[in-house]
């Protein structure tokens, strides 16, 4: 792996196209874009930023807000489809990931955490039609009644994501197989689009993931306060006071708060059910019983 | 027509009440330094003098749950679940009395306290007596383990059965708690506190800190707490929510509700006018699960309203200790004047208002039951919540439509649909943004069953399996 920031951009083997001899090829590079509603815009601020001296989108309060909406029109049918389309969509994703291995590592992650990362995707795609079975319940309730616990999805989270590759489909993974969609803004602008690209030829539906890059302590609060919001993952804020200051504000619509872990995260570890039932609702239905 | 009852009231001389009480602290009953009345809704005759907790009371109580948490928490769970099996055994063995005092200090009929309340208390905490040595059962891990000290807030509407969905998780799973019960109805929560004593529950695992709204924000915000459960008002969840952040502390909130009874043509008009009067004026509508928008289709709404109607003139409205009571006193002065205040816009707003012929006693606070027509989705009193005996009723056509306008509100904690169509309940019940959907019935509780609420109704779910996690880690 060169060390080189700048070193991936190439992609600079000889191709040896017509009359070029032995020269480099130029390569084409690659713009880095926001993905909101399946859709790859630039910024409607107009704003950039340099990254390993590429221009990454910068994304705005709009941006944020556009990403919410995006995130909100796909909720209901995301929610709806079956769990096992869901899950085959995840696995979709996870061979897109793998085949896009070496794009990441050209990027500077590390190969075993983009392996670790496609085969994060397959366990959660494995979980789509297991979870309910596993959190709901039939209750024995005390009368003639029938009484069923289900999960639901909490609607649309708002995501900090984890700076690590590993870390941002750990925290997508999770919200997305149990049928909430999200908006995640990332702290690793190159491979957080890149990832959304594996997302968007994954068949998952336009709006289910929505990836902002630019400054996450400047579009966060935009999310926490957002009355169309359902839920704040804040996995991946480092800040103590900044997390006080989203939870606070999320307050306002009484939005379900994932707070930052309390130590550094092993994410390479197991992770339980705990971020999946952290993001669904359980509905229970009563229904009396009789001739 | 109306069939005259002669009175049939319960003897209250059952229960004896002390004319104070302190603060229930590390097993002993400590004096406060200020006091407060509570007095009986249905007679403004004042009950007892209790204490009234400060900043002070609070650190005490919460330092003796934090000494006492060490040793519970180490106690064997099939020891901890021997206590608690021993204190549901005396809250049926206690239960007529705790029925009646109930009653006298929250207003509600002695038929609802006695055959409701006091049977669902006993029950959860026989439920949670169970989970306490099979907590490694539960679904949470190998080795779950408990919080620490909890500090929980309950509400006027159900003081002991909100006590009970609060205590027996906690205990259970082997945390202390520091409990506040509300303001106008702190009695029974110190009689449970007696109980404690009789069921030589060691010192220390269970404090009760009587007070007002600012004795509940010390417990809230005390630094040493590590759990917070509060059920009551969307707004003070707010506050909550807000106090808490940045800290470790975790939380469950159980707010508000406008829930939606949605009755379709083909449903059974008797059984959904029951369903319906049972939805809003059990309990004087003061349940936050009450179903206080019905949204019935438009070819049946006339059909349903005239025997709504009838049905609600039957309706007995009086002393709460009268067997025959269906809705008893308003808790309080103060609530009497917010229903009166959201009854009076509704009326200004355009909307329709009907009560049975109804007479009301002269003392005590009293709201007649009521219901709104012509209510639509603008008014006030289809988007707030009234806590009282009071039905807005709106239409629909289409399914979506009623739908639309079941999840048009910022609520989410309960829903009805009343229909003979199956596939259509389950069609329906998976669309509705609520946490608890009766289907044919209302109002139903259980110790197994969660229960709890989507979008700004709260979150964690009480009850049941769930109900452990909000008290585990």
């Given at each position: ?42 910024s ?17 309060r709009?941006?944020?807000r ?5 995130a ?22 996870a ?117 902002l ?16 919001v ?5 996995t ?27 130590g ?28 | ?29 400590a004096?406060?330094?200020?006091t ?10 004042v ?223 008797d059984q ?32 349903l ?160 399996r ?8």
């Amino acid at each position: 792996m060169p060390e080189s920031s700048v070193s991936h951009r190439g992609f600079s083997t000889p191709t040896g196209g017509p009359g070029v001899g032995s020269r480099h090829r130029l390569s084409v590079r690659k713009t880095y874009k926001l993905f909101i509603g399946g859709a790859f815009p630039r910024s409607e601020s107009g704003r950039t930023y340099l990254v390993n001296g590429d221009n990454v989108a910068l994304a705005s309060r709009k941006d944020a807000r556009d990403a919410v909406t995006a995130a909100r029109k796909a909720q209901p049918k995301w929610a709806g489809a079956t769990a096992y389309n869901r899950g085959q969509i995840l696995y979709r994703a996870a061979e897109m990931l793998e085949g896009r291995r070496a794009e990441f590592v050209a990027l500077g992650v590390d190969g075993d955490e983009v392996d670790a990362a496609t085969d994060r995707l397959v366990w959660y795609a494995g979980w789509s039609d297991k979870l309910a079975q596993v959190i709901g319940a039939a209750n024995p309730v005390a009368g003639p009644y029938f009484n069923l616990s289900a999960p639901e999805p909490t609607g649309v989270v708002g995501v900090v994501a984890p700076s690590s590759l590993l870390g941002l489909v750990s925290v997508i993974g999770p919200a997305i197989v149990t049928g909430n969609t999200v908006v995640v803004l990332a702290t690793n602008p190159q491979a957080a689009i890149t990832l959304a690209e594996v997302l968007a030829t994954s068949d998952l539906p336009g709006g289910v993931v929505n990836m902002l890059t630019g400054d996450p302590a400047g579009t966060a609060p935009w999310l926490a306060s957002h009355d169309d919001v359902n839920a704040l993952d804040l996995t991946g804020v480092t800040d103590p006071a900044l997390a006080a200051d989203l939870e606070r504000s999320a307050a306002g619509t009484l939005k379900r708060v994932l707070r930052p872990p309390a130590g550094t995260v092993d994410f390479t570890a197991d992770p339980g059910l705990q971020p999946m039932t952290a993001l669904v609702e359980i509905k229970t239905v009563w229904h009396p019983k009789g001739f | 027509m109306m069939f005259e009852y002669a009175p049939a009231p319960e003897s209250r001389s059952i229960v004896d009440i002390a004319p104070s009480y302190g603060l229930f602290i590390d097993g002993e009953f400590a004096e406060g330094k200020d006091t407060f009345k509570t007095v009986n809704p249905a007679s403004e005759e004042v009950l007892s003098e209790v204490a009234l907790g400060g900043p002070e009371d609070v650190d005490r109580a919460v330092a003796a749950a934090r000494r006492a948490f060490g040793s519970w928490s180490a106690l064997p769970g099939s020891e901890r679940a021997k206590f608690l099996f021993r204190i549901a055994r005396i809250i049926q063995e206690r239960s007529r009395e705790l029925a009646v005092l109930e009653s006298l200090d929250n207003g509600k009929p002695i038929r609802e306290s006695r055959d409701v309340d006091l049977p669902l208390v006993a029950a959860h905490f026989f439920y949670y007596a169970g989970w306490a040595d099979k907590l490694a059962y539960a679904g949470l891990g190998p080795d779950p383990r408990p919080l620490g000290v909890a500090g929980q807030v309950i509400p006027w509407n159900f003081p002991m059965l909100m006590l009970a969905w609060k205590i027996a998780p906690a205990l259970a799973a082997g945390n202390t708690v520091v409990l506040k019960p509300a303001e106008t109805t702190p009695l029974s929560a110190l009689f449970f506190a007696d109980i404690c004593r009789q069921a030589e529950l060691p010192a220390g695992v269970v404090n009760i800190v009587t007070g007002a709204g600012d004795t509940g924000r010390y417990l809230v915000e005390h630094p040493d707490i590590d759990k917070v459960a509060f059920t009551g008002s969307t707004d003070v969840g707010r506050q909550i929510a807000r106090a808490v952040a940045g800290t470790r502390k975790k939380v469950t909130l159980e707010l508000g509700g406008k829930a939606a009874n949605i009755v379709f043509d083909d449903a059974p008009i008797d059984q959904a006018v029951e369903g319906i009067v049972n939805g809003i004026f059990f309990n004087q509508g003061h349940v936050c699960c009450a179903g206080s928008r019905l949204l019935v289709q438009e070819s049946v709404a006339e059909e349903l309203l005239s025997s709504l109607k009838r049905r609600m003139a039957t309706l007995r409205v009086g002393d709460p200790l009268d067997k025959n009571t269906d809705i008893g006193a308003i808790n309080s002065a103060a609530q009497l004047e917010r229903i009166r205040e959201l009854s009076e816009v509704g009326a200004a707003e355009g909307a329709e208002r009907w009560s049975p012929p109804c007479d009301l006693p002269d003392r005590g606070f009293w709201f007649a039951p009521t219901i709104f027509t012509g209510v639509t989705q603008a008014h006030r009193i289809a988007r707030e919540e009234i806590f009282g005996p009071v039905l807005s009723v709106l239409t629909f056509r289409t399914p979506d439509e009623a739908i639309e306008k079941a999840n048009n509100t910022p609520y989410g904690l309960s829903a009805g649909i009343w229909t003979e169509k199956g596939s259509r309940i389950l069609a329906v019940a998976d669309k509705l943004r609520a946490g608890v959907v009766w289907a044919n019935t209302f109002n139903k509780f259980d110790p197994t069953s969660p229960f709890g609420g989507y979008k700004e109704s709260g979150y964690g779910r009480e009850g049941g399996r769930h109900g452990l996690e909000g008290y585990l880690a």
